[in-house]
């Protein structure tokens, strides 16, 4: 049987219980609590016996459904929303280490998520172990029996490395450690993190999901493959559950700290979800085209997108992403002051943080994301401060490259 697309799984998807109005979108169930017949059924609910929701810190309808249109789309076992990409990463590691575990990732990371591994995680007793993503070699020495995961970003931001998916996850997998991965850049709508060998995902919802920049989120999509069994922390939970990471997660660590979406954000973002594929295919198109011709613009040094066929890593990309992987670019000029003149000559692309906005945006990341990194830290993780940043919005071509040049 034909798979059903994308669209069409989110849209035809039905309501947990029926509306009383028939609402076409899910409603905003701006509530805290809930009522309940019998406090037989209370005491059921609040133990887990029933689904029924109990307080909306741990669960809510618009929340929920959100969650499951998430779930659908992406063939994941389980799915939780947060209110914010670094939520869903905290939320994530905060499962999975224990004081005296290790974390093995890359120092190409984005600036909070290298400052929560380092300052925040490091404080509680992990330790985190970089080395090159790219090289089975040395990522295979830094596993030991202490691993809790190896952490990587399918492209990094900013400095647009891609690492081969299918070979990390060889490396991790043989070593009994799950393979975590923040798929921010490429929307699930196109790429499948699990036939990669991904093992749970973070994504900031804030950036592609959202639609526009609405509203703050993020996602952890576990896709249930891995055997818990091997990991110290959740080993007592994984035989009696389908997968020890999300019953953990949801049961402990999300309850208790807190973090879950609103409502209100979980129906502005299940109504980006509707047009998400659509809005990526334009502006994903849009960055290939740009990034091209910026190639040939006079006073740009080098131009960073997989998509170009002299990048190198353009073949790992295309395998992974398609021939237009992402909508996010960056690109050199010969020093700082050049970059800080380009920007303020700007009167359509808007000079704002975030990404996959409906509007094309624009950074210098060393004096903003990293602007409080030392010169020493930026060197490690090449941060240039000729380095330009820039989210492709769904304006046209033609005027974004009149605005730049």
Not at 326 to 332: E, K, P, Q, Y
Not at 355 to 380: K, V, W
Request: charged share 20%; net charge negative.
């Amino acid at each position: 049987m034909k798979e059903t697309k994308y669209e069409t799984k989110l849209l035809g998807l039905p309501y947990p219980k029926n509306d009383a109005y028939g609402a076409l979108s899910m409603p905003v169930y701006h509530a805290l609590a809930y009522e309940f017949e019998t406090a037989e059924e209370m005491a059921a609910a609040f133990c887990g016996r029933t689904n029924e929701h109990t307080y909306s810190r741990v669960t809510n309808p618009t929340v929920q459904y959100f969650e499951e249109r998430v779930k659908v789309a992406t063939g994941a076992h389980g799915v939780t929303a947060l209110n914010s990409g670094m939520a869903a990463i905290s939320n994530t590691f905060f499962t999975l280490a224990w004081s005296g575990c290790n974390l093995v990732t890359s120092r190409h990371l984005f600036g909070n998520t290298y400052s929560f591994f380092v300052n925040t995680l490091g404080a509680f007793g992990v330790e985190i172990r970089f080395c090159d993503l790219t090289n089975a070699e040395e990522v295979a020495a830094s596993i030991d029996g202490n691993t809790c995961s190896v952490f990587a970003e399918v492209i990094t931001n900013p400095q647009m490395e891609v690492v081969d998916l299918l070979a990390l996850a060889a490396v991790a997998h043989e070593r009994n450690v799950p393979l975590i991965a923040d798929t921010t850049l490429i929307p699930f709508s196109t790429f499948r993190a699990s036939y990669f060998g991904i093992d749970i995902d973070v994504i900031s919802s804030t950036k592609y999901i959202s639609g526009g920049g609405t509203s703050l989120g993020g996602l952890i999509i576990d896709y249930g493959k891995f055997d818990w069994s091997h990991s110290p922390k959740l080993k007592p939970f994984a035989d009696a559950e389908a997968s020890a990471f999300h019953f953990k997660l949801r049961k402990e660590i999300h309850r208790n700290l807190g973090a879950y979406m609103t409502p209100e954000v979980a129906y502005m973002q299940s109504l980006g979800l509707e047009t998400l594929q659509i809005r990526y295919e334009r502006q994903a198109a849009g960055c290939q085209e740009i990034a091209g011709r910026l190639q040939s613009m006079p006073g740009v040094v080098s131009v960073n997108y997989p998509g170009l066929p002299d990048n190198p890593y353009y073949e790992v990309s295309k395998r992974q992403f398609g021939v237009c992987p992402g909508a996010m670019l960056t690109f050199d000029l010969d020093s700082k002051e050049r970059c800080y003149a380009f920007m303020n000559r700007l009167r359509l692309i808007r000079r704002a943080t975030n990404l996959f906005d409906n509007r094309t945006l624009i950074i210098h990341p060393a004096s903003t994301i990293y602007g409080t990194f030392t010169p020493e830290q930026r060197a490690a993780m090449d941060i240039k401060e000729t380095t330009l940043r820039m989210s492709i919005g769904l304006e046209s071509v033609d005027d974004l490259m009149e605005d730049m040049f």
